[in-house]
């Protein structure tokens, strides 16, 4: 029986189009078929980088008497929770409600309503470790939908109930001020790890936007121990196995406390949102650890995830063939001490072996080593260092790569855009800058319609059935925000403009809450709304950075009154959980600063002009916006009666609604910013 999965956009559900079970695609058609047969949704989330779910697929789904018992009994439906955010979010709620924990891939049966009644994520093939087998639930599942039908409906219901009733009741009691952020940093010291950078215990996932906060209140306090935290953990990730040695990007997490074993999947937003931080950090200390790292990151995403059509895949499998066959997780990037001398020969791989870290035992599974900078750089000869990388990243071009996830998602892209934009003005690359560009005009012709409205995904530069979420609007705004900054371009912040405006008219919630999909959205058993940043901003942490920057551009009360009650979230979850809401937290410091509002004036071609721009782009005041180009250009509103100085350029510098006078000399825009 063929599945319905064939012309789907997902490479997620493609991965399942020819399994044996009858996958549809999430549909009210799919519902309608369970009524009509009167048997259960069997519903199953993942995406196509995620291990365990290439592991249940492998052991369950492509397995026929298995797939028989599901073609028999359920409906099963197989969604991308990449691609459907709110789907996932909706059900990842109950099934943490249900079993206190979640994760993928999750594994739910709801009733032909679309109302779940029984939990779990991965399910083996027989019973072990105290799991049932998969097909012990199915059977258990079937059971129960055949003769306690009652008790399933009643469970059910009270979920639902539950579930609607976790309203969320966080905006509305005004911004978080100096205390609450004061409390944060307080907090975040506490969770600090200070022999191993980073907060918490194993796993460690690289804390980008807790990062992006302690740098923005280093320079909006002065404090030393905010800059040292970030820098430190900035430099243990950076010389850990979580980063990649040989090819630049970062790991998505890592499985122990040091950084040094990572689950090696390479996710888009991941390696954007540490890009600018790196690159924030070298604005900040001149760190030259910072830039190269900045830097091999922007590479990465331009030479591993930038599609055809300009915008950047999703992510890089965690698996790949380790030359037998075999999928093995890690296989692309480790290396055992015989690998590195069948590549560099014995002394040099003598040399690489004591550079990277790799040991006879290896510091992964079956006597492999991911590659680390356990000591300072500068013991070895640099030339010679150089050399060894090259070759073993040659070598290593020819195992076979891990699978890539092509699907463009719209907020990654933004969160993209911003890192590229930014960090090709920091480092004089403006190849970078380009790239940024193509990703944004690419959303610009395939994502959004004559109304601006979003769509969440393409594929081969062609636009998915998904309404975007407010985090597809929020992010690529901050990505286009960036790009008007970069390039002078006014045309991104117009573009920003009508996203934020939509976000206004579909995604708000009383007391300056936000939802996270739209007022017109297709109706789940609850509106998802989640205020905390996790792998990536929030949607709603975002759009209130988005909100925030574009009022300051544009001097629009209700974007700025919108960011202001967005963050009352922050005020709440602030003190109590900084590591949760770290995005949040980075806005708020934005907030509190201003944020300053720089507008530059003069001939492009003008020396003067270029520098008091670049002195501009390296000011660390939190979330400051910058306009440049002509005197009363009409590419943006902060040019506006901004007139030459004695015939020649000048910056201007305003917050909260004042503004000094305007300065003709670079050295004196810097101590204002």
């Given at each position: 029986?063929?599945?319905?999965?064939?012309?789907?956009?997902?490479?997620?559900?493609?991965?399942?189009?020819?399994?044996?079970?009858?996958?549809?695609?999430?549909?009210?058609?799919?519902?309608?078929?369970?009524?009509r047969?009167?048997?259960?949704?069997?519903?199953?989330?993942?995406?196509?980088s995620?291990?365990?779910?290439?592991?249940?697929?492998?052991?369950?789904?492509?397995?026929?008497?298995?797939?028989?018992?599901?073609?028999?009994?359920?409906?099963?439906?197989?969604?991308?929770?990449?691609?459907?955010?709110?789907?996932?979010?909706?059900?990842?709620?109950?099934?943490?409600?249900?079993?206190?924990?979640?994760?993928?891939?999750?594994?739910?049966?709801?009733?032909?309503?679309?109302?779940?009644?029984?939990?779990g994520?991965?399910?083996?093939?027989?019973?072990?470790?105290?799991?049932?087998?998969?097909?012990?639930?199915?059977?258990?599942?079937?059971?129960?939908?055949?003769?306690?039908?009652?008790?399933?409906?009643?469970?059910?219901?009270?979920?639902?109930?539950?579930?609607?009733?976790?309203?969320?009741?966080?905006?509305?009691?005004?911004?978080?001020?100096?205390?609450?952020?004061?409390?944060a940093?307080?907090?975040?010291?506490?969770?600090?790890?200070?022999?191993?950078?980073?907060?918490?215990?194993?796993?460690?996932?690289?804390?980008?936007?807790?990062?992006?906060?302690?740098?923005?209140?280093?320079?909006?306090?002065?404090?030393?121990?905010?800059?040292?935290?970030?820098?430190?953990?900035?430099?243990?990730?950076?010389?850990?196995?979580?980063?990649?040695?040989?090819?630049?990007?970062?790991?998505?997490?890592?499985?122990?406390?040091?950084?040094v074993?990572?689950?090696?999947?390479?996710m888009?937003?991941?390696?954007?949102?540490?890009?600018?931080?790196?690159?924030?950090?070298?604005?900040?200390?001149?760190?030259?650890?910072?830039?190269?790292?900045?830097?091999?990151?922007?590479?990465?995403?331009?030479?591993?995830?930038?599609?055809?059509?300009?915008?950047?895949?999703?992510?890089?499998?965690?698996?790949?063939?380790?030359?037998?066959g075999?999928?093995?997780?890690?296989?692309?990037?480790?290396?055992?001490?015989?690998?590195?001398?069948?590549?560099?020969?014995?002394?040099?791989?003598?040399l690489?072996?004591?550079?990277?870290?790799v040991?006879?035992?290896?510091?992964f599974?079956?006597?492999?080593?991911?590659?680390?900078?356990?000591?300072?750089?500068?013991?070895?000869?640099?030339?010679?260092?150089?050399?060894?990388?090259?070759?073993?990243?040659?070598?290593?071009?020819?195992?076979?790569?891990?699978?890539?996830?092509?699907?463009?998602?719209?907020?990654?892209?933004?969160?993209?855009?911003a890192?590229?934009?930014?960090?090709?003005?920091?480092?004089?690359?403006?190849?970078?800058?380009?790239r940024?560009?193509?990703?944004?005009?690419?959303?610009?012709?395939?994502?959004?319609?004559?109304?601006?409205?979003?769509?969440?995904?393409?594929k081969?530069?062609?636009?998915?059935?998904?309404d975007?979420?407010?985090?597809?609007?929020?992010?690529?705004?901050?990505?286009?925000?960036?790009?008007?900054?970069?390039?002078?371009?006014?045309?991104?912040?117009?573009?920003?403009?009508?996203?934020?405006?939509?976000?206004?008219?579909?995604?708000?919630a009383?007391?300056?809450?936000?939802?996270?999909?739209?007022?017109?959205?297709?109706?789940?058993?609850?509106?998802?709304?989640?205020?905390?940043d996790?792998?990536?901003?929030?949607?709603?942490t975002?759009?209130?950075?988005?909100?925030?920057?574009?009022?300051?551009?544009?001097?629009?009360?209700?974007?700025?009154?919108?960011a202001?009650?967005?963050?009352?979230?922050?005020?709440?979850?602030?003190?109590?959980?900084?590591?949760?809401?770290?995005?949040?937290?980075a806005?708020s410091?934005?907030?509190?600063?201003?944020?300053?509002?720089?507008?530059?004036?003069?001939?492009?071609?003008?020396?003067?002009?270029?520098?008091?721009?670049?002195?501009?782009?390296?000011?660390?005041?939190?979330?400051?916006?910058?306009?440049?180009?002509?005197?009363?250009?009409?590419?943006?509103?902060?040019?506006?009666?901004?007139?030459?100085?004695?015939?020649?350029?000048?910056?201007?510098?305003?917050?909260?609604?004042?503004c000094?006078?305007?300065?003709?000399?670079?050295?004196?825009?810097?101590?204002?910013?």
């Amino acid at each position: 029986m063929a599945n319905r999965l064939a012309h789907e956009t997902s490479p997620y559900l493609l991965q399942h189009a020819d399994n044996p079970v009858d996958w549809w695609p999430w549909s009210a058609a799919a519902f309608e078929e369970a009524r009509r047969r009167d048997v259960p949704v069997l519903l199953s989330v993942g995406y196509s980088s995620c291990h365990w779910c290439h592991v249940m697929a492998h052991e369950s789904f492509e397995d026929d008497a298995t797939a028989a018992l599901v073609n028999e009994n359920f409906v099963a439906v197989k969604v991308d929770r990449e691609e459907r955010p709110d789907v996932d979010a909706v059900y990842m709620e109950a099934v943490q409600a249900a079993t206190g924990q979640g994760g993928w891939p999750m594994t739910v049966f709801l009733t032909p309503d679309a109302a779940p009644f029984y939990f779990g994520t991965y399910f083996p093939p027989e019973p072990r470790h105290g799991m049932p087998s998969f097909p012990e639930v199915l059977e258990g599942v079937k059971g129960a939908w055949a003769d306690r039908r009652d008790e399933v409906g009643e469970v059910a219901e009270r979920i639902v109930k539950d579930l609607a009733g976790r309203s969320l009741a966080y905006g509305g009691d005004g911004v978080p001020g100096e205390e609450e952020l004061a409390q944060a940093l307080l907090g975040l010291t506490r969770e600090y790890d200070a022999t191993r950078g980073g907060f918490g215990g194993a796993p460690k996932f690289p804390p980008s936007m807790t990062l992006e906060f302690l740098l923005r209140h280093h320079a909006r306090t002065g404090s030393e121990g905010a800059l040292q935290m970030a820098a430190d953990t900035c430099e243990a990730m950076a010389r850990g196995g979580i980063y990649d040695q040989l090819g630049g990007g970062f790991a998505r997490y890592a499985v122990d406390r040091a950084w040094v074993v990572p689950h090696f999947e390479k996710m888009l937003y991941d390696n954007a949102l540490l890009c600018r931080v790196y690159a924030h950090l070298w604005r900040a200390t001149g760190s030259d650890l910072a830039r190269r790292v900045a830097l091999e990151t922007a590479d990465f995403l331009v030479r591993e995830l930038r599609t055809p059509e300009g915008g950047f895949a999703s992510a890089l499998d965690a698996d790949s063939d380790d030359g037998t066959g075999r999928h093995v997780e890690g296989a692309y990037y480790a290396w055992t001490p015989d690998q590195l001398t069948e590549v560099l020969g014995a002394e040099d791989a003598a040399l690489a072996a004591a550079h990277y870290g790799v040991t006879e035992d290896g510091t992964f599974e079956h006597g492999s080593s991911v590659l680390q900078l356990p000591q300072e750089a500068g013991l070895a000869d640099a030339d010679r260092i150089a050399s060894i990388a090259a070759r073993l990243l040659a070598a290593r071009e020819e195992r076979e790569r891990p699978g890539r996830d092509d699907k463009v998602v719209a907020a990654w892209n933004g969160l993209a855009i911003a890192a590229l934009a930014e960090t090709g003005a920091l480092f004089d690359r403006p190849d970078l800058v380009e790239r940024a560009t193509e990703a944004a005009d690419l959303l610009v012709r395939v994502h959004m319609d004559e109304s601006a409205r979003l769509t969440r995904t393409s594929k081969d530069g062609r636009a998915g059935t998904n309404d975007g979420v407010l985090e597809d609007y929020a992010d690529v705004a901050e990505g286009f925000l960036a790009l008007a900054a970069v390039t002078g371009e006014g045309a991104w912040l117009d573009f920003a403009g009508f996203l934020l405006d939509l976000v206004l008219d579909r995604f708000t919630a009383e007391g300056g809450a936000f939802y996270d999909t739209a007022h017109d959205a297709e109706a789940l058993i609850r509106r998802p709304q989640d205020p905390t940043d996790n792998a990536a901003p929030s949607g709603w942490t975002a759009a209130a950075g988005a909100l925030l920057s574009y009022a300051a551009h544009t001097g629009s009360d209700a974007h700025r009154a919108a960011a202001e009650g967005g963050l009352g979230v922050v005020k709440a979850l602030g003190p109590r959980a900084p590591r949760f809401i770290g995005w949040g937290l980075a806005v708020s410091e934005a907030l509190l600063d201003g944020p300053r509002e720089i507008a530059v004036v003069g001939a492009s071609g003008d020396a003067v002009f270029q520098e008091l721009r670049r002195t501009a782009l390296l000011a660390t005041a939190p979330g400051a916006v910058l306009a440049s180009g002509a005197p009363d250009s009409e590419e943006f509103p902060l040019l506006k009666d901004r007139p030459l100085v004695a015939g020649g350029p000048a910056a201007y510098v305003c917050r909260h609604f004042t503004c000094d006078a305007p300065v003709t000399d670079p050295e004196a825009l810097r101590r204002k910013l």
